[in-house]
């Protein structure tokens, strides 16, 4: 297992713009696909966006294609989720999570390692 450690979350309003950041350590960074999450109060945990592991494919919840971005540097064991034009209904905690699988997966349950989690709000 790896340990991550998400950073950058925060309050913005609607239309807005934030970057999250995602600091790996702990096993060798490039052998692991990344996936984003993110839980509202009351709901259930969901998908928000996944990057394989050379960063060349990356797939999206339909709710952010187009506002989200997921990125990784693996150099500096990162990987990162650019947020544009933010909406109310993106509050949320968001977390990093790690796969030692091939693929790309959209399924929580398919990764083994898990951040503490960044809360994000966004105001109207």
């Known amino acids: 297992q790896v340990q991550l450690v998400e950073s950058g979350g925060g309050l913005v309003q609607a239309g807005g713009s934030l970057r999250l950041s995602c600091a790996v350590s702990?096993?060798?960074?490039?052998?692991?696909?990344m996936g984003w999450f993110r839980q509202a109060p009351g709901k259930e945990r969901e998908f928000v966006g996944a990057?394989?592991?050379?960063?060349?494919?990356?797939t999206y919840q339909d709710s952010v294609k187009g506002r989200f971005t997921i990125s990784r540097d693996n150099a500096k064991n990162t990987v990162y989720l650019q947020m544009n034009s933010l909406k109310p209904e993106d509050t949320a905690t968001y977390y990093c999570?790690?796969?030692?699988?091939?693929?790309?997966?959209?399924?929580?349950?398919?990764?083994?390692?898990w951040g503490q989690g960044t809360q994000l709000t966004v105001s109207s």
């Open positions: 702990g096993r060798t960074f490039r052998n692991y696909a």
């Open positions: 999570a790690a796969t030692g699988g091939t693929y790309i997966d959209t399924r929580p349950d398919a990764y083994d390692s």
């Open positions: 990057i394989s592991r050379s960063g060349s494919s990356t």
